[in-house]
């Protein structure tokens, strides 16, 4: 049986550790972190996700921001909204929560923040800086994995990694993380996707193999190396009428015979996702400590 890498208590740790970092700077005086979200329409997912984002802040001793806007605004109103929370020195960093309203440009948004502000990464700055393995705020998810790989002391340099999809969010950041020359990294990538031809046999000489496609339970024994370490980024929601809520949590990876072949695993829940907020908020204490930009 695999070793389970256990994203809840590591997030909890990385929270912990903020919140040690958060009292030190009240004790000095200095700036207390502030993190701005802006919050466009009525999606119930992206509210919950904003929700758990806001009250992540407040458990540590950050500030925070929720601004919600109606679904109506227009593109130049949101562009004016993003331009004076870059324009205030009291917020360090500042998220627009995805997805928008369709008549509003994603590109032109992400594109509005700041790079010194941008904690999520998503902007052509960050991205190009990660790339160049420059100092960057690396997007929440990837490095909420990578944070998970160097924890849990799992060897990159040398091994074959495969990536499954090619997202912006998570498979393209995560294959330049790992192919870059540093710890976890220096890995050989193989990035795959829809197009990708052979998968199951590219994915049987993975050393690590971190999984990112949106697929229910894609990833089957057969397809995984003996001794993998598999990283499941996956959600999805099935129904299970013996839960109380009458649903339950599953991945991309098919957990209980996966975990019988490889050496470590990430569970759902419980792995990657808990990773996400934590990053947020150490990308956020970065930003008041201008550990980024200077
Ligand atoms: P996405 O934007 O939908 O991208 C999916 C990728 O998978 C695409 O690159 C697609 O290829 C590829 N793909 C689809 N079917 C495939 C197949 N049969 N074989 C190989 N590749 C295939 O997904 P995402 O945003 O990266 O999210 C992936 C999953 O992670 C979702 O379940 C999402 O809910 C979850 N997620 C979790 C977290 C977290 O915090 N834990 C964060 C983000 C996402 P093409 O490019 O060719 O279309």
Redesign the pocket.
Known sequence: MATIIDGKKTSQDIKNEIATRVAEIKTEGGKIPHLAAILVGNDGASQTYVGAKVKACHEIGFESTLVRLDETISEEELLAKVEEINANPDIDGLIVQLPLPKHISVEKVTDKIKPEKDVDGFTPSNVGRMALNWPAYVA??PY?IVELLKRYNIETSGKHCVV????????SPMSILMARNGYPGNATVTL?????QN?KEIAQTADILIV????PE?VTADMVKPGAVVID????RVEDASKKSGFRLI??VKFDEVAEKASAITPVPG???P??IASLLYNTLLAAEKKVYG
């Open positions: 929440a998810t909420g499954i999809g090619r997202s912006h969010i998570v498979g795959t996707h829809s197009r990708t998968l990112a496609l949106g697929k894609f980024v996956g959600i999805h991945g991309d792995g990657v996702g990773m996400t």
